[in-house]
């Protein structure tokens, strides 16, 4: 079983930038994409940005596309999300995850992720 953390969330002034950490324990051995998906209040949860396992595969939501960069580190077991130039609009729960066995590589459904985090708070003020 793998357990996923997050952290780095805070809040921002419209512009700034911050740094999501996701670290993984336990079986942290096979081979799965990781994913970043976030929610806001009252909205439903939306894909934001996924990985590869090699790194090889990456794909953005549209809406963060250019501003955001997700990234691997195997040795600390650990992704990242670079959030610049955020907007108010970024402001909400931000996830990782990863998908259930089966799922297609690069989802960009949150339905097909079985594996969460806690989630860590991102607010961007204007």
């Known amino acids: 079983q793998v357990q996923l953390v997050e952290s780095g969330g805070g809040l921002v002034q419209a512009g700034g930038s911050l740094r999501l950490s996701c670290a993984a324990s336990?079986?942290?051995?096979?081979?799965?994409?990781t994913g970043w998906f976030r929610q806001a209040p009252g909205k439903e949860r939306e894909f934001v940005a996924v990985i590869s396992w090699t790194g090889s595969r990456i794909l953005y939501a549209d809406s963060v596309k250019g501003r955001f960069t997700i990234s691997r580190d195997h040795a600390k077991n650990t992704v990242y999300l670079e959030m610049n130039s955020l907007k108010a609009e970024d402001t909400a729960v931000y996830y990782c995850a990863r998908p259930r066995r089966g799922a297609a590589s690069g989802s960009k459904d949150y339905r097909q992720y079985d594996t969460w985090g806690q989630g860590t708070q991102v607010t961007v003020s204007s």
């Open positions: 336990g079986r942290t051995f096979n081979s799965y994409d």
